[in-house]
């Protein structure tokens, strides 16, 4: 008789979602909502051992480990391909980032106010006051959080002879063992480790995103995936990592989402230029629908700043121009000068002023996602709100056409 294979448990342990999540051929899911299928019942008894072995720095079992499965197989066993492996990790990292609340500049807030009080007819006083308390509840921001570390996966192989191993690190290394149907001893927490309440994935984003990784061009699919891995980095929780450093990963990825290809060498002013190029390439319809609070960036920016020390052949710059320069002059500051100061953009006429990494990171996300919309994923910049708005219409327009 053919011994059983091995199989492999495809684990978010540090990912408490709200609810299931479908990214193409894959259900991410709490475990403890997931009622099979599993492939075998040994696979199932050992999967959830080895789960529940996930401590956090006190002990306790992590409160909501999440897992992978196939949306037909189930818990399978199965590993994903390598480029699906890749997609997953870049998709789903991409996701928890995005959930993490937005900064809005006392500028854009007072934007937001005057665009509310148009539409809704409120006093706009009381909005903007409304926003910069929610801008100020530091305690709400904490729990909803999370950080690149909640999003890495452990896919632990699992043999039917009750052998579980697993290798952690890369300089130093570290096996764990377990045997008999078990494993041996906990599987502890790092330290540095946040565990949020709940995170809720917008799931036509991590999804559309997931879907271009693993169709797209070549060449496009590389630069989204790897810039998302540089800013996957400049998230990670561990204290070793400085607010100049975590600038500097950003940057990277920045550059790396704008180059043509990874040999181009490209100034400061040029890669502006293209973070530009990247927005003005919504239609025209979709610029018209862009509202302060929505992209950072916003159509009515003018290109009319003459800034200094820049090249002068793509004068004048836009906002969004001016904001990346200095980055970029704050990333090679830091890199060749040792500086460590070099962490806000301080114009209090920007809409981007604030920390480059905070406001950077929302930058750079709202870049990833107009260039899917461009792509063929329409409309993933606008809030999951509004999109669901859209939908509930056009359903409601084709039942009154149908009634018709």
């Known amino acids: 008789m053919a011994s059983e294979p091995t199989r492999h448990l495809l684990l978010f342990p540090y990912l408490p979602l709200n609810r299931p999540v479908d990214i193409g051929r894959w259900q991410l899911l709490p475990l403890a909502d997931f009622h099979g299928p599993w492939a075998e019942p040994w696979f199932q008894q050992r999967s959830l051992d080895v789960a529940s072995r996930h401590v956090d720095r006190d002990g306790s079992p992590v409160p909501k480990p999440s897992v992978l499965v196939d949306r037909t197989a189930g ?16 998709a789903v990292g991409f996701g928890v980032i995005d959930v993490v609340p ?104 991590v999804a559309g995103l997931y879907d271009f990784l693993t169709t797209g061009e070549a060449t496009i699919v590389a630069s989204i995936r790897e810039s998302i891995r540089w800013l996957l980095q400049s998230w990670r929780n561990t204290p070793s990592l400085l607010p100049v450093q975590r600038i500097v990963l950003l940057r990277t990825a920045f550059e790396v989402l704008l180059s043509k290809t990874p040999q181009e060498k490209v100034s400061k002013e040029r890669l502006a230029r293209r973070l530009s190029g990247v927005f003005f390439s919504l239609s025209r319809n979709d610029r018209r629908a862009v509202t302060p609070g929505t992209l950072l960036w916003q159509p009515t920016q003018r290109f009319q700043l003459h800034l200094d020390k820049v090249s002068k052949s793509l004068a004048p710059y836009s906002r969004l121009e001016q904001w990346f320069i200095e980055l970029s002059n704050a990333r090679n500051d830091i890199v060749h000068s040792g500086t460590l100061d070099r962490v806000q953009f301080q114009d209090s006429r920007s809409v981007f002023a604030g920390d480059f990494w905070r406001v950077g990171t929302r930058v750079l996300q709202e870049a990833i996602l107009v260039r899917l919309d461009t792509l063929g994923y329409p409309g993933l910049w606008q809030a999951s709100s509004y999109r669901q708005m859209l939908r509930a219409l056009r359903e409601a327009q084709e039942v009154s056409s149908a009634a018709g």
């Open 75 to 90: 818990a399978d066993g199965v590993l994903p391909t390598d480029d699906e492996m890749s997609a997953l990790v870049a």
């Open 102 to 205: 937005v900064p809005h500049s006392p500028l854009e807030r007072s934007a937001m106010a005057h665009h509310q009080a148009a539409v809704t007819g409120q006093n706009e006083t009381e909005i903007l006051r409304q926003l910069d308390e929610t801008a100020e509840n530091q305690w709400a921001y904490t729990q909803a959080v999370a950080t690149a570390d909640n999003a890495e996966p452990f896919f632990w192989p699992i043999g039917p002879d009750g052998d579980i191993t697993r290798q952690y690190g890369s300089i130093v290394k570290t096996r764990m063992i377990g045997s008999g149907g078990g494993l041996a001893g906990k599987v502890v927490a790092p330290n540095e480790l946040h565990l949020p309440l709940g995170v809720t994935l917008d799931e036509e984003r």
